[in-house]
T-cell receptor, first 117, second 109 residues
Framework: NAGVTQTPKFQVLKTGQSMTLQCAQD?????MSWYRQDPGMGLRLIHY???????DQGEVPNGYNVSRSTTEDFPLRLLSAAPSQTSVYFC????????????????FGSGTRLTVV | KNEVEQSPQNLTAQEGEFITINCSYS?????LHWLQQHPGGGIVSLFM???GKKKHGRLIATINIQEKHSSLHITASHPRDSAVYIC???????????FGTGTSLTVIP
């Protein structure tokens, strides 16, 4: 199935634990990004990548690390989880970035609901 | 601090009604997205606009760059249109989107 695959779908962590949210796409998209979605707030960009080996910070990068060793994968790492990181996380990809005028623009994953207690 | 404002926040309509969701923004942009988020959480990109109007089936999106305003219209609404509709703008100074908080639409049979 073509698209963006996120795992896991749900996760509960204790404060201080670490974990990696996985994101993979099979559409040969160069641009990949991570967002968090919180109640009453719009999606906020955490980190993004314009190609393998290239990453950059978004609006809310603190507490998160990323790497992009292949075109297909863009994992998001929480090194020491905090309750403020309780959120729904979405990975999205696009062929050439936000300005690419594709028919459907971005392709989003189905989300990971993370709770930090 | 929100650069993107959507209205209304919540909307309930009878099946068949014409629906309008509005998006206003306060910054210079190069493009605007309309997204649909289903109750299960999945997000689908509906439109990307930089000017004028686009139509896809029963959905119509318009943008007025001078007035910094966009609208999403749904004609002959159906219960399957029930979802959260999100407006996102691409700033002309950056390489990322800023998102509105969404409009939750419920269409009653």
């Amino acid at each position: 199935n073509a698209g963006v695959t996120q795992t896991p779908k749900f996760q509960v962590l204790k404060t201080g634990q670490s974990m990696t949210l996985q994101c993979a796409q099979d559409m040969n998209h160069e641009y990949m990004s991570w967002y968090r979605q919180d109640p009453g707030m719009g999606l906020r960009l955490i980190h993004y990548s314009v190609g393998a080996g290239i990453t950059d910070q978004g609006e809310v990068p603190n507490g998160y690390n990323v790497s992009r060793s292949t075109t297909e994968d863009f994992p998001l790492r929480l090194l020491s989880a905090a309750p403020s990181q309780t959120s729904v996380y979405f990975c999205a990809s696009s062929l050439q970035g936000p300005t690419y005028p594709g028919l459907y623009g971005y392709t989003f994953g189905s989300g990971t609901r993370l709770t930090v207690v | 601090k929100n650069e993107v404002e959507q209205s209304p926040q919540n909307l309930t309509a009878q099946e068949g009604e014409f629906i309008t969701i509005n998006c206003s923004y306060s910054v210079g942009i190069s493009a605007l997205h309309w997204l649909q988020q289903h109750p299960g959480g999945g997000i689908v990109s509906l439109f990307m606009l930089s000017s004028g109007k686009k139509k896809h089936g029963r959905l119509i999106a318009t943008i007025n760059i001078q007035e910094k305003h966009s609208s999403l219209h749904i004609t002959a609404s159906h219960p399957r249109d029930s979802a959260v509709y999100i407006c996102a703008v691409l700033l002309n100074t950056g390489n990322q989107f800023y998102f509105g908080t969404g409009t939750s639409l419920t269409v009653i049979p």
